[in-house]
């Protein structure tokens, strides 16, 4: 590639390009596109009300099997609630959940990671023993533990996942510092006298974003899982709002009688988060810098 | 590594272990929920006798007092009395160990066992279809809700199929006397093979279940490790000997490839020990993450606080031994 | 399913394998409150009575007793009955024992958790080797019926072992000695060759007929109904209703029921609006269609309820009025106290009732009402609703309560006597606490049933609760076991079992 | 001359990419005999160290050869089995590379990495042999003590004593063709006339041919009698060394020459070639120099052959008769 070519890019918009060449990894953000669209649209599209119980419809099985219909067209739940309409809006609770606990998990481990990265000295110590004491803390005690501290509810489930989700961020931002503050730009900077508030965010920030997208990406399909996992002891978000992690937990008692109840919502987990990554690797494919030296 | 060095480790690791049963404790207090009221539930018991067991289980003193209590005792391996087993914590700990770690250490092991073959083809078959379906399949294992997961392979291979048993840890007409509680060593130590066999086979599915994800992890650490490897020059290099396929392969890459990989191995032991609690339920695995979920549940407050502490010492442990591999595998590090 | 036999199940002519949910958390005795705990100790120790199938109180280690004033109760002891250790049990074990259970300090100098269940046991006299006195502080009728909830304990054992010991290491003199605990994995027992032989007012008396009994533990349901599948175990407990189907089409095993003795209920605050108006509490009894519930979730293992009581239990009022389901009747009710529709009101309960209380929620919600469930850990949930200003903002609470003494003291009382420690709905009627005390220490049985009946009769008219239905407690049992049946206090006793082939 | 030992011919390798197909060497020819020694010059990407690699069979997928011919001591390269080719690797035929410190396996000592060339070999019969063998041949290129220091992991030499003992590695087997990629960069001016001499005698007493490659002319203009140079994958000049270096046939030639110090003229100005390397996958036949070209005219565009430039040259360049002085 010449460097006149590469030049006429900057790094996002070079990222950019080689994400939209890379196939997988489209493919993967639509489906990712298509299941947020999903979310979005639950109320207008899902087309019963998830909460909706009938108890006569308890465990029919989806339109194609036998004693299935398509006015149901995944079949019902133990309850006789429609499964495709409880997918549809626990799409919203999964991918918002997520979100949600990715966006603030980054923000504050960017920060801390800059700030420890750049300051060095008791700032990093501090922020050091913090990250390792949490991650000496196993996540789901950790998890456990908090859900029972502060009762159940989606906030809390939220603040449960950020409060570990940070450092992960944080760890790789610190590192990305590290190196950047001997970069060239931030001695020219620190040497016209900017600030180090003025050096982290408008200096070292933009150069340390693709790290965190990539990490961001990879934890959320982790996310996702561990809201299923509290799901499953019991520590997931209030009925009757649907997740799929408590779709899968509440229907795997049934998985020989009415396998679609906890598997459903079980594959669309594994897409998203199958897309997820996919994305997520396309995306370190396309703005990790040290894949494309050679 | 010299010993500075390992004084040094150690006294970086003291705050870690402070902070983490800082925490529990705080944890531990500020949840709602009162271990004497769930022990004398359903029970006719007069506010006198609730007093009086509050005050037998300390827990009528004032919550730096009762820190600090715990904090002293700890340092001297005392960490009070099981609330619900009327038991020393630390013996009903070391009861539930060995099954943990067998699970654990069968888990990475396999995870090991199963990662470096697939890790080391998809580096070598680099963006041919082989590294693709690699890693859509290593994809599946960290996307799979474990719990699901587990009990999807206890309907097939333990009710459908009948390959493997459903759960527990081996079968009772095997029995050999537990000196290590690590029935795989026991059954061995007995001279039993009937008796391994059963313990081998009862490991399989939590084994696989616990895993699957790890093994996934390692892989892809495994292949990028392997693909920047077998782009270094002395590779190359070593190619250009004239050496066979197989030895540069499997000698001078996989050498240096497995350091990233022991080291992350090493650190996600810490974090199968600790997560295990799910299969350990599917399974009927009588190991600690079980007893700690119920016992975050019942507010035994004493076995959270001493087995989050065993935790952190193994993340602290495992940490440490990450890197004495790291230095053992990598001449250069060697001081 | 599960053509092929593993090579593992294979046939144990004389060993039975009990899954439970839960691992025992002592072998002492006096040292816990848990029903699954109690059910593996009751095949170790032998109590001074027992209930047979039928849950009539039966003598056991006792030969008969009597009541000799409101106040004394006087056992007379079995001769020749030794522990598994070999020591001859006399009346002074029986002394220890209840003394270890009922006064303070006692168990080691702490308190047992269950005193509570021997009320106002003040003290026990040894009359001779074989006669033991029981004095009450207050008259207390229903003695007997809580006798067989405790077990006897050898005190030399104790001077043995002490109280850490005995946590682990019981010398009972019940049908089967302990081999080994492997904690949280199994409770392995062994024939106890020469037990007495147990009650000899139920049939099948002498030592047990098999080897060894395994408790073995298995948390996850659907876990522990793969291992009936598969053969792993004989006897599986709590089998949940949606898996009854999957065990009757197993061809090796089948679904044995026994009615429990917990009623389940949604329990009003009444001291919150809109519980205050009874129109709404009968409303909303109208309002739910129990039998869908019955027949569809619980696959018709749950006897409707009318009121509190069993229909086993003693001074059961059979005659009770019915709230019938009735929608329109419900709308009515609710339009009649102002109810706005589209109210909401939430259902609080424990993870392990979610399902049922979802879809309490979404029937209830056909009023008009928007009602949903709230999951709450047990050990949160419990202390909050005990307490008056704590449930301030709670609306219904779904819940149960056990009566294993079917006897209406048990659950009356506790859950609606002014100020009962499980009075979550925070009842309080003169007349049903004048009744309930005058009841507690009536001696005329009669008399007694009489006034229960009355109470009934008020607690269903005033409606504090939505009653709801007395679940049968569910077994799953291999086809090679003869001579079990469960029980209605869910012990799960295996002194007489047998096995097929 | 002897027959060449080193023969390639319309050798022409390509690396597919995301944004079409990259000729890293196009349309290579050239020949080494034994005994001889060539110098191969070019920036780096210029498709020197790719052509050898493709002599060598050493190209990384997803390289690989699409066209030519690779005549090994009258054996075609390409169309030996795996095995064979491997046989020849490292006994007939070495590569010595540009920085020993990532050439030598961290994790293995000195002494395995050369033994292990001697046992695949089979050049020493046992562990034993081989370890005297190594130890001699350390001791040959230089290193003192050799014996004791065969345990050493490569990270405890010192950065002359490494290039040194990777050179003995790549010589063990005795090859007939060294192809030394860039193997004296690294040293200073005393261990780099020790190391070039040892190859010198190598090639005077065992008739090694020897292609080295580099983009220091100095060296060449000292060591090898023949030159070719090579730029954006295409040889655009080759010849006698004296020759070209005295009179470049082609601008890019020159180019170089004016950008290199001289000893004998320190103080003469330096000219770095303006504009930079076009775009490999984006290539059109024309010349590939013209876009940094002084020279370059409309007719550049046209495809342009190697053409004699007489003194037994080529050129690629349709102006280099006028280059002649």
Redesign the interface.
């Known amino acids: ?5 590469a030049g006429a890019l900057s790094p996002l918009g070079l990222g950019l390009e080689r994400f939209r ?1 890379n196939r ?1 990894a489209l493919l993967a953000a639509a489906v990712i596109l298509l299941f947020v669209l999903a979310a979005l649209s639950a109320p207008w599209i899902a087309p019963h009300d998830p ?3 009938d ?2 419809r ?1 465990l029919q099985p989806p339109a194609w099997l036998e004693g299935g219909e398509w006015g149901f067209p995944l079949g019902c739940d ?4 429609d499964i495709l309409s409880r997918l549809l809006f626990g799409a919203r609770v999964s991918l918002l959940v997520a979100a949600i606990v990715i966006c603030i998990a980054a923000v504050i481990g960017t920060l801390a990671g800059l700030a420890a990265g750049y300051l060095r000295g008791w700032t990093d110590t501090l922020i050091g ?2 990250v ?2 949490l ?7 950790f998890a ?6 502060m ?2 509810g989606l906030h809390n489930i939220i603040l449960v996942l950020v409060y570990k989700e940070w450092v992960f961020s944080c760890r790789v931002v610190r590192g990305e510092t590290l190196a950047a503050r001997e970069q060239d730009y931030v001695e020219a900077a620190r040497a016209l006298g900017a600030g180090p508030g003025h050096i982290m965010l408008r200096e070292i920030l933009p150069n340390v974003l693709s790290p965190v997208l990539v990490v961001a990406t990879f934890r959320m ?2 996310v996702i ?1 561990m809201e ?2 509290l799901s ?4 997931g978000v ?3 709002t649907p997740s799929w ?1 408590s779709m ?3 229907g ?6 009415a396998w679609w109840v ?1 598997t459903l919502p ?1 594959l669309a ?2 897409m998203l ?2 897309a997820i ?2 994305a997520s ?1 396309g995306l370190r494919d396309a703005f990790d810098p040290r894949l494309h030296s ?1 | 590594m010299t010993a500075s060095r390992l004084l040094e480790r150690l006294f970086q690791t003291l705050p870690v272990l402070l902070g983490v049963s800082l925490i529990v404790f705080l944890m531990i207090t500020l949840t709602p929920g009162d271990p004497v009221e769930i022990m004398l539930a359903d029970s006719r018991a007069t506010p006198e006798q609730a007093a009086v067991l509050r005050h037998d289980l300390g827990l009528d003193r004032p919550l730096p007092e009762r820190f600090l209590i715990f904090l002293g005792r700890a340092l001297t391996g005392d960490f009070g009395i099981s609330f619900f087993h009327r038991r020393p914590v630390w013996d009903v700990l070391v009861e539930r160990l060995p099954a943990t770690i067998e699970l654990t250490l069968a888990a990475i092991l396999l995870a090991l066992a199963v990662a470096i073959p697939l890790g080391v083809a998809a580096a070598v078959k680099r963006d041919t279809w082989m590294d693709r379906a690699l890693s859509a399949i290593s994809l599946f294992g960290v996307s799979l809700p474990g719990f699901w997961f587990g009990i999807l392979l206890i309907l097939l291979f333990a009710v459908q199929w009948g390959i493997f048993p459903v759960g527990g840890r081996t079968s009772f007409d095997l029995e050999v006397a537990r000196i290590t509680g690590f029935l795989l060593i026991d059954t061995l130590l007995a001279g039993r093979l009937d008796a391994f066999g059963a313990a081998l086979r009862h490991l399989a599915l939590p084994a696989i279940t616990l895993g699957l994800p790890t093994a996934a992890l390692l892989a892809r650490v495994v292949r990028s490790a392997m693909a920047e490897v077998l782009t270094s020059d002395y590779v190359l290099f070593a190619e250009a000997k004239g050496l066979s396929r197989g030895r540069v392969l499997l000698r001078h890459a996989l050498k240096n490839a497995l350091i990233p990989v022991v080291t992350v191995a090493a650190i996600e032991t810490g974090s199968l020990l600790g997560g295990n609690m799910i299969v350990e339920t599917v399974f009927g695995w009588p190991g600690l993450g079980r007893l700690v979920v119920e016992s975050i549940f019942a507010r035994n407050y004493p076995l959270v606080q001493a087995a989050v502490l065993f935790y952190a010492v193994t993340y602290v442990v495992l940490n440490f031994v990450a890197d004495l591999l790291y230095t053992g595998l990598n001449p250069k590090v060697r001081l | 399913m599960a053509a092929a036999r593993p090579a593992y199940a294979q046939a144990r002519s004389r060993e039975v394998r009990v899954g439970v949910a839960q691992d025992a958390l002592t072998l002492d005795p006096a040292n816990h409150r848990n029903r699954d705990t109690q059910n593996i100790i009751r095949n170790i120790h032998d109590g001074l009575l027992t209930r047979d199938v039928e849950m009539r109180v039966q003598p056991e280690i006792a030969e008969s007793w009597r009541q000799i004033d409101a106040r004394t109760f006087e056992f007379r002891l079995r001769p020749d009955i030794r522990f598994q250790s070999g020591d001859l049990l006399s009346a002074a074990d029986i002394k220890f024992t209840f003394d270890r259970l009922a006064k303070d300090g006692a168990m080691g100098g702490q308190t047992s958790p269950r005193k509570g269940l021997l009320g106002p046991l003040q003290d026990t006299v040894v009359v001779d080797e074989r006669t033991v006195r029981m004095h009450l502080a207050a008259p207390w009728p229903i003695l007997p019926a809580m006798v067989p909830f405790q077990e006897v304990v050898n005190r030399r054992q104790f001077d043995r072992v002490g109280q850490e010991g005995m946590q682990t290491r019981p010398d009972g003199c019940g049908p089967f000695r302990l081999a080994e605990w492997r904690r949280g994995e199994a409770i392995i027992l062994e024939r106890f060759a020469a037990y007495y032989g147990g009650s000899t007012e139920i049939p099948g008396t002498g030592p047990a007929q098999i080897d060894r009994a395994i408790f073995r533990v298995i948390p996850e349901n659907s876990t522990r109904v793969a291992g009936l599948l598969a053969g792993e175990v004989d006897i599986i407990s709590e089998l949940p209703a949606s898996a009854m189907r999957q065990v009757e089409a197993s061809q090796t095993a089948q679904v044995m029921k026994v009615n429990g003795t917990r009623s389940f209920f949604v329990a009003f605050n009444l001291a919150r609006k809109p519980f205050d108006d009874i129109r709404v509490r009968r409303a909303l009894n109208h309002a739910l269609d129990k039998g869908a519930i019955i027949s569809r979730i619980l696959n018709n293992t749950a006897t409707a309820l009318r009121g509190v009581m069993s229909p086993d239990a003693f001074a059961f009022a059979a005659d009770l009025p019915e709230y019938g389901y009735n929608l329109a009747r419900a709308r009515a009710l609710l339009a009649e106290a102002g109810v706005a529709e589209g109210t909401e009101l939430v259902i609080d309960t424990t993870a392990a009732l979610k399902e049922i209380a979802e879809a309490i929620a979404a029937l209830l919600s056909r009023t008009g009402l928007r009602v949903r469930a709230q999951i709450w850990e047990g050990a949160v949930l419990g202390p909050m609703w005990q307490a008056a200003e704590r449930r301030r903002d709670r609306d219904m609470y779904l819940t149960s309560w056990g009566n294993g003494a079917l006897d209406p003291s048990d659950i009356m009382v506790p859950t609606l006597r002014s100020g009962g420690r499980g009075n979550a709905a925070g009842f309080s009627n003169a007349e049903v606490d004048q009744l309930l005390d005058a009841a507690e220490t009536e001696a005329d049985q009669a008399r007694r049933a009489e006034m229960y009946r009355r109470a009934q009769a008020i607690v269903t008219d005033q409606a504090p609760w939505l009653f709801l239905w007395l679940p049968q407690d569910i077994y799953g049992v291999s086809r090679r076991v003869t001579h079990w049946r469960p029980q209605a206090d869910s012990r799960i006793n295996l002194h007489r079992i047998r096995l097929a082939g | 001359m002897n027959p060449p030992l080193l023969s390639v011919r319309g050798l022409r390798t390509v690396f597919p990419t995301r944004r079409g197909p990259v000729v890293a060497a196009d349309d290579v020819d050239l020949e080494i005999a034994e005994g001889e020694a060539l110098g191969i010059v070019g920036e780096s990407g210029s498709g020197k160290s790719v052509t050898f690699l493709s002599v060598l069979g050493l190209l990384r997928p997803p390289g690989r050869i699409e066209a030519g011919e690779i005549l090994f001591a009258g054996r075609d390269l390409r169309r030996l089995p795996h095995a064979e080719l491997r046989a020849l690797r490292g006994r007939q035929m070495a590569l010595a590379m540009q920085d020993a410190l990532s050439a030598l396996n961290p994790a293995f000592t000195i002494g395995t990495q050369v033994t292990e060339t001697l046992l695949t070999h089979r050049i020493a019969p046992d562990m034993r042999a081989a370890r005297a063998q190594a130890a001699a041949l350390l001791t040959r290129v230089g290193i003192p003590a050799a014996a004791e220091r065969l345990d050493d992991y490569p990270h405890q030499f010192s950065g002359g004593m490494r290039q040194r003992a990777m050179i003995a590695i790549s010589l063990a087997a005795r090859p007939r063709l060294l192809v030394a990629d860039e193997p004296t960069t690294a040293l200073d001016v005393t261990l780099r006339a020790q190391v070039l001499d040892l190859l010198d005698t190598l090639r005077r007493e065992d008739g090694l041919a020897l292609a080295l490659i580099t983009h220091d002319l100095a060296v060449v203009a000292e060591r090898c009698p023949r030159v070719m140079v090579m730029y954006a994958g295409q040889v655009v000049e080759s010849g006698p060394t004296e020759a070209v270096i005295a009179r470049p046939r082609h601008p890019y030639t020159r180019g170089l020459l004016e950008s290199l110090p001289r000893l004998e003229d320190p103080d003469r100005p330096l000219h770095p070639i303006p504009g930079q390397v076009p775009d490999l996958a984006r290539l059109d036949p024309g010349c590939r120099f013209r876009n940094r070209c002084g020279m370059a005219i409309a007719e550049c565009a046209a495809p342009v052959t190697l053409q004699p430039a007489g003194e037994g040259r080529l050129s690629r360049c349709i102006r280099a008769p006028e280059m002649a002085p």
Do not use: C, H, K
Request: no cysteine; proline share 6%; hydrophobic share 55%.
């Open positions: 590639m010449s460097a006149a070519e060449a997988t909460a909706d119980a108890l006569f308890r133990s309850l006789g609630r023993r913090l390792d004491t991650l000496g803390f196993p996540y789901l005690v456990i533990g908090l859900m029972a501290m009762g159940p399909a982790y899982i299923a996992s499953f002891l019991g520590l209030q009925p009757p992690g899968v937990a509440d795997r008692d049934f998985l020989v009688d906890s079980g987990i594994l988060v199958l990554n996919l690797q050679a």
